[in-house]
């Protein structure tokens, strides 16, 4: 990841992580899962959802990219309502 360290910093504000189409298993990418603020809402958009530790509370959506970021895009938009 050119600019862990950026990468890490923005990780650690985010309210809303999303990572899309990894089985997390490519380092160090992967590991900016970790950073994630407790509060955050943490989504994963993939055809097969990776094994992951249950500290994340994570919001799964098993699908394409392209559909699985449409249907984030939706969850969102109903979520922020205003």
């Given at each position: 990841?050119?600019?862990?360290?950026?990468?890490?910093?923005?990780?650690?504000?985010?309210a809303?992580f999303?990572?899309?189409?990894?089985?997390?298993?490519?380092?160090?990418?992967?590991?900016?899962?970790?950073?994630?603020?407790?509060?955050s809402s943490?989504?994963?958009?993939?055809?097969?959802?990776?094994?992951i530790?249950?500290?994340?509370?994570?919001?799964?959506?098993?699908?394409?990219?392209?559909?699985g970021?449409?249907?984030?895009?939706?969850?969102?938009?109903?979520?922020?309502?205003?």
């Amino acid at each position: 990841v050119p600019m862990l360290e950026y990468a890490i910093e923005m990780v650690q504000k985010a309210a809303i992580f999303v990572v899309i189409g990894t089985s997390l298993q490519v380092y160090p990418a992967a590991g900016l899962i970790s950073y994630t603020p407790t509060e955050s809402s943490v989504y994963i958009i993939d055809k097969v959802i990776p094994k992951i530790s249950n500290k994340y509370k994570i919001n799964a959506i098993e699908s394409s990219a392209s559909a699985g970021v449409a249907q984030l895009s939706t969850i969102l938009r109903n979520q922020f309502k205003s």
